[in-house]
């Protein structure tokens, strides 16, 4: 379906954004084919129902802070909704990645209060009380120093004293504020880059060696083409002390088919349940989940842990990955220690969760995972999509982390 001009031109975008996110209601994002599509960055419409369409990039009546002719767009403001629960870091990271508009950090909270509905207001008219009030404290702290000073002199110089009060209150009234405590915190610049520069900085170690006097086995990252220290030794080393859980990664994107929301009902109840229909209760998403699995034809038990972000990922971490869910974008694995989602695959096990009345995207041929079809509506028949996952997670544990089956 193609965007309806008309439609677009009569209705403000903020304000069905703000609609349709009070009254959770779903938006839809349609490819250049007119095809439904939850990839923000294949999109090229927005829909609002029957309400209205508009252009990905449409401006909004939302003006940066910092900006009196700098509006947020239409696919900005639906990317930072869908990433609100991150921190402004590894959201500023993700934003700069996909090549979108960024919320500044300024704007974030007073955006989110009228997105949501807890506030009316667009932030425009709290940044103009804020800088009325601020140039009326700056006439009344000069004043009052003045009358401090002018109070020991003689009523001549009082008089004198209160017709340049007088004058110095009209001055000031006149001035103009360039420059105030949220425009300061505002900011249009990127950060993406620091920590390349610290690593350029800070360059690690190469032949640093331990106690015993042996070279040390190279940290994550450090190998030649991103591998990780997955040899003899390093395998050795690791199992010498008690394993961590293995690990599990899920896209971070709300819109996402699988994802911090709904992981726990998928592997632990056997069940798919739309991530929408669980945040529309209102519970946070958690920072990680563990999924308890009783090992097929064995009394084993594995624990399991869930996440969104490697961005705290320590070497024991990434040896202690097993299984990646992703939605086909490549800009899923930015800044990860292999340097491709090919290279990501030939590391750990992958899985592309799909309605199986879909077609796979085209990305997910070169990459070698497993695509798992759910039902749309037959929910009887989850259980079984959920048993052949964990048959091929205990396969890959088997053959490739068998320290993890021990």
Known sequence: MASNPALGQTSDPLELLRQYTTQKKPVELLDNDGNLTTDLLQATTVRFGEDASFARDTPTSYSRSNSDSDQYTLSALLHFLDHRDQS??????????MGLQTVSFGDRVTLLDYLTGKSTSTGEEKQQKQLEQQQQMAVDTVVDSSRRANKARTDLAGDSGRTANDGTRDILRRERVLINTSSV????????????????????????????GKPMAPV????????????GVARKRVSQRKRANPIIVVPAATTAMINMYNIEELLQK??????????ETGGPKPR??????????????????VVDSVQDFTEADWNSLICVFTQGAAWQ????VWKSPEEVFQNTMGFYPKYNDERPKDSIKSWGVEVINIERTKRHMDKAAVVGLWSSIEQYLASKKPDFLN
């Open 333 to 336: 694995f930015k800044n990860w």
């Open 88 to 97: 402004f870091y590894e959201y500023m990271k993700m934003t700069n990645t």
């Open 270 to 279: 056997h069940q798919f349940v739309d991530s929408r229909t669980i945040m």
């Open 288 to 305: 990680e989940v563990f999924i308890d699995h009783q090992v097929t034809r064995s009394s084993q038990r594995i624990r399991v842990r």
């Open 185 to 212: 915190v505002s900011s249009s610049k990127s950060f993406a880059k620091v920590p390349d520069l610290i690593k350029e900085i800070f360059p690690p170690k190469h032949g640093a060696k331990g106690a015993d």
């Open 220 to 231: 994550a990252g450090t190998l030649a083409n991103g591998a990780l220290a997955s040899n």
